[in-house]
């Protein structure tokens, strides 16, 4: 909720930045590129370019993000997979405990009962 509070307080701030900027620079410049001459105020020029290589930016870094996105959900799932291999390492090294306590125990009562036997009357 104060991340929202935040964020909205950033958008605000750099609207009505954007706003006081648009009023102050309100000068008419010409623009000339290739064969087309755009006749703007010089705030609107210096937004849209701002505007333009933000957008390029995104569009320069999508693969990237892209690539990164695969590569974490490739690592999720050999997480999940190391996770289910480790259960099931810990199940088989707990039957192996039980098993080796019941042939303890198994050994204890044989040996008891052959000293039991063994012992003259």
């Known amino acids: 909720m104060r991340l929202l509070f935040l964020i909205s307080g950033f958008v605000i701030g750099l609207a009505i930045a954007a706003i006081l ?44 993000l892209i690539n990164q996105s695969r590569k974490l959900a490739r690592q999720r799932k050999r997480i999940n997979e190391l996770e289910q291999d480790y259960n099931e390492t810990i199940g088989n090294i707990d039957n192996q405990r039980k098993r080796i306590e019941y042939l303890e125990d198994s050994l204890k009562s044989n040996i008891g009962a052959s000293s039991a036997e063994s012992e003259p009357q």
């Open 21 to 64: 900027f648009a009023l102050q620079n309100k000068e008419i410049v010409s623009v000339n590129f290739g064969v087309w001459t755009i006749e703007e105020p010089l705030s609107i020029v210096i937004l849209l370019t701002l505007s333009m290589g933000c957008l390029t930016g995104l569009l320069i870094s999508t693969p990237t």
